[in-house]
């Protein structure tokens, strides 16, 4: 759908209101697919000068916390073979990366696929899954569970994060809802979260009529959740993924770069025995914990700070030599300000 | 990090740039030596014109052709886009133990019939075998040499008002593949083809030429655009890509103007002449389109429906690898 009219219509509406509403609306989009949308497109230059857009916490990749990379590398150092999705394996840790392991040792996979890992299990019966994401991909890291493979787990739960934003120290006015999430979870459980929130897809008509929604109910102090996506977003979402989601799982408190740790945000491996941090516990627990940087992609995960206000950014934190997690993943906000910014 | 070699030092992008820079080989008599093709002064304004180029490839065969095929054109097309027509080429092939004879068979085939079809003989040659498991599966190179009278060389300086254009739709070949590789059903097969008739007819419209394979548009704007020292605007709307392909694109979460084709070409033409050079090259590919014009700066924007962004040199791996 690439229709102009459809998105003057909107950008006349979001015009209209933000002059009532007459002060400055930050607006935070909670999903890094949503930001590669809005800086491919342009569309923050196309909004009001007092509607501005953040990116938020949502590139599982990012807040990935550094332990967790360092106690995975650990584990390929130590012979156990690992798979993972391509983009953790540029994630830098203390030391080293997967991507470098990957190259030394042949112990770290690179798959597009959990059913990938299936068949690496054939060949590698010890290999441990690097499960990341939000509630998108963690059912599919549930499935492998199913299929008794062994998971180092640092899943998490967007819900809680957007609770911890509100009471945060960035002025956020609304929520752009993540879509993907939004197919699992559903509608109902943003409803817990008392704020205006818009559940939007990804195409730039879809998102701009989104912020044109999050502006409306702004203007009426409205404090509820509503479903921009309903092509593919269910009220209850997606049950099926959910029951997988708490048969193999249990829900903890999680570490988020950037966040610090959250109360029940994280998904746990619930068998012991596919747990990895348990299993492998003992070359686990000699990780030392990591030492402050100057990174600070905390910062720009919470919304505090753009990407060019790190003084790391496009000096020496660059896609080739990425310095914290933001510049790694296309989905990061300091990689996507790198590849469409200025 | 950069003690090792990594699969981002061969994804065409900046890591690998900087690896090339780094090896600093001695100053010869050769010119563009970081271009498609290098060139040689052989006297008489004749220019030899020398290129080489390793393929490997996952999967070996994919729809609409197979590594052979890549490896001829690949070669063809970078002297072609120097404006020189190859006067033969030479075929080395790596091959792990255990590979089947008939596959083999096909992958020479490609090559033979292209050979024959275009008049540009395998000159020389050779075979090795590695241990199973030492190779993954076959590993081409071929290299290529033409003459090319120097006046005709496609390295003119590009200006201010310059069209560009390209030779068709993006992105087909590395669909392809990753439809291939994620066994997705597609109509789309790759564009890997030896461009040399279409080289013949523009050229002598044309400022210059290249072929966008690794890192795709993105990677060949920004080449050309610091060369000449120019900027560069492409309007997303003219640039033409085939349905499936933009929505697998879409899909994959990867850029379309990362992505290399094997048989297009972008080229730069004074805006009197552009008309004429798409209506040539829509013989070939009724694609061919006009899709943007240099501008000064030093920058690609891209002007897509909406807004305008920046279009940067690939950096990472850009996809799967796939030439």
């Not at chain 1, 998490?156 to 929520?175: E, Q």
């Not at chain 1, 509608?187 to 989104?210: C, H, L």
């Not at chain 1, 995960?301 to 310095?323: H, Q, S």
Request: aromatic share 6%; with cysteine.
């Amino acid at each position: 759908m690439r229709n102009k009219k459809f998105i003057d219509t909107h950008i006349r509406k979001i015009k209209t209101l933000s002059e009532k509403i007459n002060k400055n609306i930050t607006l935070m989009e909670i999903c890094g697919g949503h930001t590669t949308v809005i800086m491919k497109y342009g569309i923050r230059e196309i909004l009001p000068d007092n509607v501005s857009l953040i990116s938020g916490p949502g590139c599982p990749v990012c807040v990935s916390s550094q332990k967790d990379i360092d106690c995975v590398i650990e584990l390929a150092k130590n012979n156990i073979p690992v798979a993972t999705y391509g983009d953790m394996l540029r994630v830098p840790g203390t030391r080293d990366n997967l991507e470098k392991i990957k190259a030394e040792s042949g112990n770290v996979f690179e798959v597009y696929s959990t059913t990938e890992v299936i068949s690496l299990k054939n060949k590698y019966p010890d290999i441990v899954f690097f499960g990341v994401g939000f509630e998108t991909t963690a059912p599919m890291t549930a499935y492998l569970l199913k299929k008794k493979i062994c998971v180092y787990s640092v899943h998490k739960i967007i819900p809680p994060a957007m609770k911890i934003l509100i009471s945060g120290n960035v002025k956020i006015d609304g929520f752009i809802n993540p879509g993907h999430v939004s197919t699992i979870i559903g509608v109902k459980e943003y409803k817990e979260i008392e704020f205006p929130q818009v559940i939007s897809g990804f195409t730039p008509e879809q998102i701009i009529r989104g912020v044109s929604m999050l502006l409306e109910l702004i203007s009426k102090n409205e404090n509820k959740v509503v479903n921009g996506y309903r092509e593919v977003v269910r009220n209850k979402g997606n049950e099926k993924a959910k029951r997988l989601l708490n048969e193999m799982f249990s829900v903890e408190d999680s570490e988020w770069r950037g966040l610090g740790n959250i109360a029940d945000s994280g998904l746990e491996v619930a068998d012991n025995g596919l747990n990895a941090k348990i299993k492998y516990d003992k070359i686990i627990s000699s990780v030392p914990e990591p030492k402050k940087t100057a990174c600070r992609c905390g910062d720009v995960l919470k919304g505090l700070i753009e990407p060019g206000d790190c003084p790391l950014y496009r000096k020496v934190c660059t896609p080739e030599n990425p310095k914290g997690a933001c510049m790694v993943s296309k989905e990061g906000s300091c990689a996507i300000y790198y590849e469409y910014g200025k | 990090m950069d003690d090792i070699i990594t699969l981002a030092h061969g994804s065409g992008g900046k890591e690998m740039q900087e690896l090339i820079n780094s090896f600093n080989f001695f100053k010869s008599s050769w010119k563009n030596t970081f271009n498609d093709s290098a060139t040689y002064d052989i006297g008489k304004g004749k220019q030899l014109v020398f290129t080489t180029d390793s393929f490997t490839v996952d999967p070996v065969f994919f729809p609409g052709g197979n590594i052979g095929h890549l490896a001829f054109c690949g070669t063809v097309n970078d002297l072609c886009v120097m404006g020189a027509l190859p006067l033969g080429l030479s075929l080395s092939l790596v091959i792990e133990e255990g590979f089947l004879k008939k596959e083999l068979d096909k992958i020479i085939n490609s090559i033979k019939k292209l050979s024959k079809e275009y008049s540009i003989p395998i000159a020389t040659g050779d075979t090795k075998v590695m241990g199973k498991g030492k190779i993954d599966k076959i590993v081409i190179n071929t290299s290529g040499v033409g003459v090319i009278d120097k006046k005709d060389l496609l390295t003119k300086k590009v200006e201010i008002g310059d069209k560009i254009i390209l030779s068709g739709g993006l992105g087909e070949h590395a669909v392809s593949l990753l439809s291939k590789r994620f066994d997705y059903e597609t109509d789309i097969v790759t564009d890997s083809k030896p461009l040399v008739k279409e080289i013949i007819d523009v050229k002598q419209l044309i400022k210059t030429a290249k072929d966008a394979t690794r890192g795709g548009i993105s990677a060949v704007l920004n080449d050309i655009s610091a060369k000449n020292r120019v900027g560069m605007i492409i309007y997303e709307e003219d640039i033409p890509a085939k349905n499936q392909v933009v929505k697998i694109t879409e899909m994959l979460g990867i850029n379309l103007y990362e992505l290399a084709c094997e048989g297009r070409f972008v080229c730069i033409a004074d805006e009197k002449t552009a008309g004429e050079v798409v209506k040539k090259l829509k013989k070939f590919n009724n694609s061919a389109a006009i899709i943007g014009k240099v501008v000064s700066g030093d920058k690609v924007i891209v002007q897509t429906y909406l807004g305008k962004r920046i279009l940067n040199v690939p950096t990472g791996r850009i996809v799967p690898r796939i030439c």
